[in-house]
Structures are given as structure tokens and as C-alpha cells.
């Protein structure tokens, strides 16, 4: 006759699957973290390569961080129509395909609730002071590029080979905000260290992945990337 679990058995079994568990799903969730945070470091190297085919077709200049009511991932974006570009933002409902379908420019880490909107994770750096990120004047910008005036004016950026420390020197980062939005100028700009980012969702609080000018990205305290934003 076979033999059947007592009860006693059977709650032993069903404790040590508890116990494992237990070690196990903290671990799973740092996992996912850990590739979230993959995903968005891809996300800039991506960044990367259109700011730096942007630059080849102009002039070797980067985008501004808007350019009137032109963002910068509009500026990047080819497949948009200027009467596109132009627009303030753009509507899950109503967007091209080339701004719904463009993964690369939304971090999963990224939990802001842009409501109707498209949601963007990513700021081009205007300088660490807010003097810089508003200038109309290439003199008075010591970050990549400007957002130009507080109502969507011209902004400003530098050449790719006007930087004498590309490596030291940011380019893009995260910027998690519920009004950072595709096609929207404003929050396009990385400001000084205590506004631009946000809240950290990565996994270590105040933490962000920042572009840098030579290619390369960074996991860093904002404080750190603060130092960092002046050309």
C-alpha cells in the first residue's frame, strides 16, 4: 500500500517552500531592477548615436534643448513633418508612429504618470545653473544646449569638438517627471542638481544614468553629475 503524507509532512514541505521563497523573491526583484536599468543605459547609448548623426548633418552642432517649440527629440526625429515638431506635446492617442514606437526615449525605470501624454525620460544637460539652460546667447552656455526663453524661444547648443573634456562632461540624463513629455520644451533642459532629476527609481535613491559628450554613460549621485553639467 502506498504510503500518503501525514499532515505534519505536509506543512514541513509547505515551510520550506515559504522560507525559500522568501530568500528568493527579493533577489528576483533586484534582478529586475538590475535589467530595467539595462535597458535604460541602452536607451541613451541609443541617445547617443542619434544626438551624434544630428551633429553630422548640422554643422557638427547638438541639438538645443528646444529649438522654438521644437524639442530636441523632435529635432532627432526625421520622420516628423515641421507642422509635427512643432506641436507642444504629443497624445497616446493621436501620435505618429515615430514617437510611439520609439522605445529608446522612455526609461521602464521611469514611474511617472504623464497621463494622455507620451512620456520622455531623457534631458539634454543646459549647464548647472539656471542662467545657462535658458541662454539665447552661445556665450552665456556652459552645458550642451539651451531651452532658450522661459516661452519656447531659441535656444542655443555647442559643437561637438568645442568640449576640452568630453568624457567629464555631460550630455544627457535622466530627468523622471511627470511633465517631461515627447515634443514638449519644457523639462527638455537637465537644470541645476536640486530640480532636474526628479525621484530616483533606480535602485539606490538619488542615483541617475547620465550620457556623457565621448559616448560613454554613468550611474551617479546627482550631487556628482552636478559637478559635471559645465562644459
Same mark, same amino acid.
Given at each position: 500500500?502506498?504510503?500518503? +503524507? $501525514?499532515?505534519?509532512?505536509?506543512?514541513?514541505?509547505?515551510?520550506?517552500?515559504a522560507?525559500?521563497?522568501?530568500?528568493?523573491?527579493?533577489?528576483?526583484?533586484?534582478a529586475?531592477?538590475?535589467?530595467?536599468?539595462?535597458?535604460?543605459?541602452?536607451?541613451?547609448?541609443?541617445?547617443?548615436?542619434?544626438?551624434?548623426?544630428?551633429?553630422?548633418?548640422?554643422?557638427?552642432?547638438?541639438?538645443?534643448?528646444?529649438?522654438?517649440?521644437?524639442?530636441?527629440?523632435?529635432?532627432?526625429?526625421?520622420?516628423?513633418?515641421?507642422?509635427?515638431?512643432?506641436?507642444?506635446?504629443?497624445?497616446?492617442?493621436?501620435?505618429?508612429?515615430?514617437?510611439?514606437?520609439?522605445?529608446?526615449?522612455l526609461?521602464?525605470?521611469?514611474k511617472?504618470?504623464?497621463?494622455?501624454?507620451?512620456?520622455?525620460?531623457?534631458?539634454?544637460?543646459?549647464?548647472k545653473?539656471?542662467?545657462?539652460?535658458?541662454? $539665447?546667447?552661445?556665450?552665456?552656455?556652459?552645458?550642451?544646449?539651451?531651452?532658450?526663453?522661459?516661452?519656447?524661444?531659441?535656444?542655443?547648443?555647442?559643437q561637438?569638438?568645442?568640449?576640452?573634456?568630453?568624457?567629464?562632461?555631460?550630455?544627457?540624463?535622466?530627468? +523622471?517627471?511627470?511633465?517631461?513629455?515627447?515634443?514638449? +520644451?519644457?523639462?527638455?533642459?537637465?537644470?541645476?542638481?536640486?530640480?532636474?532629476?526628479?525621484?530616483?527609481m533606480?535602485?539606490?535613491t538619488?542615483?541617475?544614468?547620465?550620457?556623457?559628450?565621448?559616448?560613454h554613460t554613468?550611474?551617479?549621485?546627482?550631487?556628482?553629475?552636478? $559637478?559635471?553639467q559645465?562644459?
Amino acid at each position: 500500500m502506498k504510503q500518503k +503524507f $501525514t499532515l505534519i509532512e505536509l506543512l514541513v514541505v509547505i515551510a520550506i517552500i515559504a522560507i525559500l521563497a522568501s530568500f528568493l523573491l527579493p533577489v528576483l526583484g533586484k534582478a529586475r531592477k538590475t535589467a530595467k536599468q539595462a535597458v535604460c543605459t541602452s536607451n541613451l547609448k541609443q541617445q547617443s548615436y542619434r544626438l551624434y548623426i544630428f551633429s553630422d548633418d548640422n554643422d557638427s552642432y547638438f541639438p538645443a534643448a528646444s529649438l522654438n517649440k521644437q524639442s530636441w527629440d523632435d529635432q532627432i526625429n526625421y520622420d516628423l513633418t515641421n507642422a509635427q515638431k512643432n506641436s507642444s506635446n504629443f497624445n497616446v492617442a493621436s501620435a505618429p508612429a515615430s514617437v510611439l514606437g520609439d522605445s529608446t526615449m522612455l526609461c521602464p525605470s521611469d514611474k511617472s504618470d504623464h497621463g494622455s501624454k507620451v512620456g520622455r525620460s531623457y534631458s539634454i544637460n543646459g549647464g548647472k545653473n539656471d542662467g545657462s539652460y535658458r541662454a $539665447t546667447n552661445i556665450d552665456n552656455l556652459t552645458g550642451v544646449g539651451s531651452s532658450g526663453t522661459e516661452h519656447g524661444g531659441v535656444g542655443v547648443s555647442h559643437q561637438v569638438n568645442s568640449f576640452d573634456a568630453p568624457s567629464n562632461t555631460i550630455l544627457m540624463g535622466e530627468r +523622471f517627471h511627470n511633465s517631461n513629455r515627447r515634443g514638449q +520644451f519644457s523639462y527638455s533642459v537637465l537644470r541645476r542638481a536640486d530640480v532636474h532629476a526628479g525621484e530616483s527609481m533606480h535602485k539606490y535613491t538619488d542615483y541617475f544614468q547620465y550620457l556623457f559628450v565621448d559616448g560613454h554613460t554613468g550611474y551617479l549621485h546627482k550631487e556628482v553629475a552636478y $559637478t559635471m553639467q559645465d562644459k
